[in-house]
């Protein structure tokens, strides 16, 4: 698996952005990928020193549309944390 599809896109969200203050950064990844491929494509594609990666689960809602019940896609999260003094400036908006 190639490092740029791991990654699929970053969180952007109020709690998402609290936890960049910790050093912490939010990515939506690939459901195949396991915590050390997402550590791995961090550093590759952002050149920074990751510490620790947590990855979670997140199911999909009950929506309704049109009267008719459905669910939204599941997907995954991962939580990587940075060095000290690391940041990834994409989303610091340089």
Do not use: H
Request: with cysteine.
């Amino acid at each position: 698996m190639n490092y740029e599809s791991i990654i699929i896109s970053p969180v952007l969200s109020e709690k998402s952005n609290e936890l960049r203050e910790q050093g912490k950064y939010v990515f939506r990844v690939d459901p195949a990928a396991s915590k050390i491929e997402i550590k791995e494509a961090v550093r590759r594609l952002f050149k920074v020193k990751v510490l620790d990666c947590t990855v979670m689960n997140v199911s999909g809602k009950m929506k309704r549309v049109r009267g008719r019940a459905g669910l939204t896609s599941s997907w995954k999260k991962a939580i990587v944390r940075l060095a000290p003094g690391e940041t990834i400036k994409v989303f610091e908006g340089v």
